[in-house]
């Protein structure tokens, strides 16, 4: 079983950047391979963005690529998503998942471990 706390988020105004971290306990993230995704309310969650076992291989959804950039320390047990050039579109909450796969996964159905999230609100 693991823990997963996501923090960072935050009120920024449009073109403006943030970084999110998810932080996990109960068993080191080296484990699993680790993924963002958000959630409008009203909506269907969303895939993000997602990152290896051993963080050489990343995929992001067409609408954050380029923007984004997710990474992981594996040391400090600690997955990052680096967000920039902030779009009110980009307004969420923000979870991290873990999965038990060893390459990046982009449906949520194969994850097996949700953070609470955190809310990103973009102003225009």
């Known amino acids: 079983q693991v823990q997963l706390v996501e923090s960072g988020g935050g009120l920024v105004q449009a073109g403006g950047s943030l970084r999110l971290s998810c932080a996990a306990s109960?068993?080191?993230?080296?484990?699993?391979?680790m993924g963002w995704f958000r959630q409008v309310p009203g909506k269907e969650r969303e895939f993000v963005a997602a990152i290896s076992r051993s963080g050489g291989n990343s995929l992001y959804s067409d609408s954050v690529r380029g923007r984004f950039t997710i990474s992981r320390d594996n040391a400090k047990i600690a997955l990052y998503l680096h967000m920039s050039k902030l779009e009110p579109e980009d307004t969420a909450v923000y979870y991290c998942?873990?999965?038990?796969?060893?390459?990046?996964?982009?449906?949520?159905?194969?994850?097996?471990?949700w953070g609470q999230g955190t809310l990103v609100t973009v102003s225009s």
């Open positions: 109960g068993r080191t993230l080296t484990s699993y391979a």
């Open positions: 998942a873990a999965n038990q796969y060893a390459s990046v996964r982009y449906s949520q159905n194969e994850y097996n471990y």
